[in-house]
């Protein structure tokens, strides 16, 4: 059993930054991939970024490429996505989820994760 925690969402300015966490409980938490998903308001939940339980490999949406980095730290179950030069676009809740398989390359489907966090919002002012 997997729980997760999103924090350091925020309202920011368009071209700012924000780095969001995701803090899991559970013994085994090395054990999984993570990734972040985004959903805005009368819109589906999106992918944003995931990376491989070793930490090794990690995978973007075309939207975000060069702009986020998903980053892990198995010493205090955390997972972090840094996010720079946001655009109004960016606005969303922000999930992060857990799961100990992918049935793609990249991690981008939501069906594959066990574990979501609650959500945190995330606005960008233009």
């Known amino acids: 059993q997997v729980q997760l925690v999103e924090s350091g969402g925020g309202l920011v300015q368009a071209g700012g930054s924000l780095r969001l966490s995701c803090a899991a409980s559970?013994?085994?938490?090395?054990?999984?991939?993570m990734g972040w998903f985004r959903q805005a308001p009368g819109k589906e939940r999106e992918f944003v970024a995931a990376i491989t339980s070793s930490g090794r490999s990690t995978y973007y949406a075309d939207s975000v490429k060069g702009r986020c980095t998903i980053s892990g730290n198995n010493a205090n179950n955390t997972v972090y996505l840094q996010m720079n030069s946001l655009k109004a676009e960016d606005t969303a809740v922000y999930y992060c989820?857990?799961?100990?398989?992918?049935?793609?390359?990249?991690?981008?489907?939501?069906?594959?994760?066990?574990?979501w966090g609650q959500g945190t919002q995330v606005t960008v002012s233009s």
């Open positions: 559970g013994r085994t938490f090395s054990s999984y991939a």
């Open positions: 989820a857990a799961t100990q398989g992918w049935t793609s390359y990249t991690g981008n489907r939501k069906n594959d994760y066990n574990y």
